[in-house]
């Protein structure tokens, strides 16, 4: 059993998170996948219950969905019908090997000191002129939710030089309100940028 928080409240409500109703971002991933050539690899990091990865698959991509909680993983696997690896992004050790990695919702709980290694390991994994997209609660600092799990909270100035200072390219930000799981308002950030 994890002690971390967070982890623990993916692992104890899996069937609950990923049963709840959740609105397919259907307008971001046509443009993510509108990027990439037909048939493109991709690596989802954070598949959660599936979702996602269904929707790219059905539309004829090749997807390597991951999860850090088995458990979510589990609930995946029940819906798109194959394999979702149990991994954490501090263990990307890719090289070149994906022509897009979608982070939909999920590199927003790796500590704010971590997120540059990660990051990283993301850009590595991507082919030249390959795409990445991710989304994040935006904040001014570190924090957690009202159901305990941690959130690094990133400014768009932030998260746009953090990008910036990495190596990315072609980096694009967009803001819009919404909500999350906890049912409270939120605003959220979302990344778009080129190896």
């Not at 190596?167 to 939120?186: L, Q, R, S, V, Y």
């Amino acid at each position: 059993m994890s002690t971390d928080p967070t982890s623990s409240f993916y692992a104890d409500n899996a069937s609950i998170y990923a049963a709840r109703e959740r609105n397919l971002p259907t307008s971001r991933l046509d443009a993510f996948l509108a990027a990439l050539p037909a048939g493109a690899s991709i690596l989802e990091l954070g598949c959660g219950a599936g979702q996602d990865a269904a929707y790219m698959l059905s539309r004829g991509f090749d997807i390597t969905p991951t999860d850090g909680s088995a458990e979510l993983a589990g609930e995946a696997e029940k819906l798109i019908g194959r394999p979702v690896r149990i991994m954490r992004f501090e263990t990307l050790d890719a090289s070149a090997a994906f022509d897009g990695i979608w982070a939909e919702a999920s590199l927003l709980h790796v500590p704010r000191s971590d997120l540059a290694n990660i990051i990283d390991r993301i850009l590595r994994a991507l082919k030249d002129g390959g795409i990445f997209h991710s989304s994040f609660k935006a904040g001014d600092a570190e924090g957690h939710d009202t159901l305990g799990r941690y959130y690094n909270y990133p400014s768009a100035e932030w998260l746009t030089a953090l990008l910036s200072e990495g190596g990315w390219k072609d980096i694009a930000m967009t803001e819009a309100d919404g909500g999350g799981f906890d049912g409270k308002p939120t605003k959220w950030l979302y990344v778009t940028a080129r190896k």
